[in-house]
């Protein structure tokens, strides 16, 4: 789970980002135990407290700093199957190869 593991590498607690963000605790723990979610407000919130993105506790993907274009081929990439991607990996490798 994301976002246990995120709260156990900033060395902080539950209890602390619950009462940062003015919930109570046993509506956190529901959040941890996925018996009920954040809001979007609440969870860029716990984003902001963890230093990390809204998107990587949902999705477990990290894009901060990509370029709209570079997530637009990071998606297309990710639709490929593994056969597929191994191609475009030869490709790139060609490419640049060939430029270096």
């Known amino acids: 789970m994301r976002l246990k593991s995120e709260i156990k590498l900033k060395s902080t607690t539950q209890e602390w980002i619950a009462g940062k963000i ?3 605790l046993s509506t956190f723990r529901k959040w ?9 407000k609440e969870g860029v919130e716990i984003a902001k407290l963890l230093e990390t993105s809204a998107e ?3 999705t477990g993907v990290h894009t901060e700093g990509l370029s709209d274009e570079e ?3 990071l998606a297309s990439f990710r ?3 593994k056969k597929d991607r191994e191609k475009i990996m030869l490709a790139i490798d060609a490419w640049l190869g060939k430029r270096g």
Not at 32 to 40: D, E, F, I, S
């Open 79 to 81: 639709k490929l199957n």
């Open 22 to 24: 003015g919930v109570a």
């Open 71 to 73: 997530q637009n081929m």
């Open 32 to 40: 941890m135990t996925r018996k009920t979610y954040p809001n979007l």
């Open 56 to 58: 990587y506790l949902v």
